[in-house]
Structure formats: C-alpha cells, structure tokens
C-alpha cells in the first residue's frame, strides 16, 4: 500500500506561484506523477518523476512554468507552478507507479491522492 497526501492548493491571481505537496508513505514507488482535472474535463497528465529524482517529463503545456521535484529526506513529491493562468485552475492530484518507467496515462498509476484545489483567478 501507498499512502498520497498532497498540500499547497488554494487561490492565486493570474502570474502567481504556487508550491504543491505530495506526502508519500507505505511501498515505495518507481516512480510519481501530478495530473490535474478541471470541472467537466477528463483527468490529465502535468509531470511525473523518477524515484530517484534523476529523470523528469512534462506536458507541453507547463514545460517552462512548472517543475517537479522529489526531497528524498522528506518522501515527499512537489510541484512547483509559476507564471499561473486562468486556465490551470484544476483539483490536482499526486499518483504513484510502483514499478516501470515514468507513465503519462491514468490507468498506469496504482496510488492516488485525494486531490488538493487550485484556482487562479484573472
């Protein structure tokens, strides 16, 4: 079992920052990834990373403005957001991949979190 607890949602304008958190726990994991879903729309795909940290994937949509990173010390997953707009307003989610390389599809991940709110507002 995989435990997923992420933190760091809430209200920005448009242009902020935001840090998410994903606090992992129980088995681990090859590998993590943070999908967002907006109202009416299917879950997507945001970034994944590698357990070691070594190794990173994007969408297209968040490459320069997002990053993903993994703190060892700590377990935990982040997602660091900047230059916010409008249109990333989502429940985000932390999932987890106990084994194979990083997976951008849904049904690839064995864990998830329960999801953490972020709206940006314009």
């Known amino acids: 079992q995989v435990q997923l607890v992420e933190s760091g949602g809430g209200l920005v304008q448009a242009g902020g920052s935001l840090r998410l958190s994903c606090a992992a726990s129980?088995?681990?994991?090859?590998?993590y990834g943070w999908f967002r879903q907006a109202p009416g729309k299917d879950r997507e795909f945001v970034a994944a990373i590698n357990w070691s940290g070594t190794n990173t994937y994007y969408a297209d949509f968040v490459k320069g403005r997002f990053t993903i990173s993994r703190d060892g010390t700590r377990n935990t997953v982040n997602l660091q957001m900047n230059s916010l707009k409008p249109e990333d307003t989502a429940v985000y989610y932390c999932a987890a991949r106990l084994g194979g390389r990083l997976a951008v599809i849904t049904t690839q991940y064995d864990y998830w979190g329960q999801g953490t709110q972020v709206t940006v507002s314009s």
């Open positions: 129980g088995r681990t994991s090859s590998s």
